[in-house]
């Protein structure tokens, strides 16, 4: 065993795991901050050409609904409802598509902080 040193050998090297540590946690920041930004946004649906349109925020979280008086019919709530459905519908699909564009970049990354 001549040329055993002892000790870590090859790149295990206290440095280059410094340097993994701070990368993952330059990331988790990233994430944080792409997290919060998501809270922050607001997105729209809408439906019937804006009769009825509902805000979320990033997140999917409701916000509020705003209804125009020409939408509603007493004689037909049905469609009313459909409405605010379609505007529900709307309005998740596009904070969906905010939050794969802030979120994709981290991938199966996120889950891990």
Do not use: H, W
């Not at 990331?27 to 009769?51: D, F, I, P, R, Y």
Request: charged fraction near 25%.
């Amino acid at each position: 065993m001549a040329g055993f040193r002892g000790g870590y050998g090859g790149g295990f090297g206290g440095g280059n795991m410094q340097n993994l540590m701070k990368q993952a946690q330059k990331m988790q920041q990233e994430m944080a901050k792409a997290q919060e930004e998501l809270e922050n946004a607001e997105v729209t649906g809408s439906a019937a050409g804006g009769l009825v349109e509902v805000r979320v925020n990033g997140k999917n979280e409701f916000l509020g609904i705003t209804i125009k008086p020409e939408a509603v019919d007493p004689d037909d709530v049905e469609m009313l409802e459909d409405l605010i459905t379609a505007a529900m519908n709307d309005a998740k699909a596009k904070a969906d598509e905010l939050s794969k564009s802030k979120m994709g970049a981290f991938g199966a990354m996120g889950s891990m902080f």
